[in-house]
């Protein structure tokens, strides 16, 4: 009887650095699990470069064109009601939230300011990357998964074709491409939101927002958006790929990896925008 509680004693100094241990040994396998996935996307993208630039130099199989162009009508142009619609919101919305706090300085006119530079520079790259990744990158990632499961990759292979050039390349250049092409169309809409809110609703006169409009935006505005657009598109692009590639365990696994996508991307594109607008401060962009 004495030594049952010595037993539990001992159990239990036992449990703790157990426990610790496994907690310890989680963490790791998580963190080793991270870097893995994000090896395994540098490196697919990296194959993805690679394989274009061979396309275009003609050393390797050509892209074709009929493809690239399907993929930019589905990724980009069935887009764009969408983005027109939430970029002419997000104009609304900044325009009568900054009007009262101007107002108080006597400076309502300075909306048109901080509208442009906000679209220009944040809200038009990042808003439409997050509309792409739930409207393309879910697409994708479900189309690829559902070729994984159906065993059609295994097909290509078979036939000596590579599936990274037939499906993964012109998914990532057509999604680059269009992000671009659809962030230069959500700068202006959401300007325009902007100018229509501050004439018709705020009073201000047309020519003096017009004006103001274009003093306060400058190349090196137009040039960041863009950039952040073409490396969102890519991230979209790459990461959907990734996970439908990667699809395992039949109709489950591809309904987990469009939702993967989505959330992943998210947080990736916001992480990126962070990046992005730290980078532009330290060297005066």
């Given amino acids: 009887m ?8 001992t159990a239990f100094w036992r449990r703790v650095p157990e426990a610790l241990g496994s907690s310890v040994r989680a963490r790791g396998i998580a963190w080793r699990n991270h870097i893995a996935y994000a090896g395994g996307l540098v490196a697919l993208l990296g194959d993805v470069a690679r394989k274009a630039a061979r396309s275009i130099t003609r050393r390797g199989g050509r892209v074709r064109a009929a ?15 969408i983005v ?20 108080l300085y ?4 300075r ?11 944040e809200l038009g790259p990042l808003i439409t990357a997050i509309i792409l990744s739930g409207f393309a990158g879910a697409s994708i990632a479900a189309e690829l998964g559902a070729m994984v499961e159906g065993e059609e990759i295994k097909a290509l292979r078979a036939h000596a074709l590579d599936p990274i050039r037939f499906l993964v390349v012109p998914r990532v250049i057509a999604t680059t491409v269009m992000m671009v092409a659809l962030v230069v169309l959500a700068d202006v809409v959401g300007v325009f939101g902007g100018f229509v809110t501050g004439v018709f609703v705020l009073d201000i006169n047309p020519h003096a927002y017009i004006d103001l409009t274009r003093e306060a935006l400058s190349i090196t505005d137009y040039l960041t958006g863009l950039v952040k657009a073409a490396i969102f598109g890519l991230l979209i692009s ?14 489950e696994g591809v309904g987990r990896a469009t939702t993967q996508t989505v959330v992943k991307s998210i947080v990736m594109l916001i992480g990126a925008d962070c990046c992005f607008t ?8």
């Fill in 67 to 81: 493809s690239l162009v399907q993929q930019m009508v589905r990724v980009g142009v069935r887009s764009i009601p």
């Fill in 106 to 109: 006597g400076q309502l006119e």
């Fill in 111 to 121: 909306t048109a300011d901080v509208v442009a530079i906000a679209i220009f520079r």
């Fill in 278 to 285: 730290a980078a532009f401060y330290v060297l005066g962009w």
């Fill in 2 to 9: 004495s030594a049952a509680p010595g037993q539990r004693r």
């Fill in 84 to 103: 027109i619609l939430v970029e002419f919101f997000i104009g609304i919305i900044l325009a009568l939230n900054l009007a009262p706090t101007l107002a």
């Fill in 238 to 251: 790459g990461l959907a790929c990734y996970e439908g590639l990667h699809v395992r365990g039949g109709a």
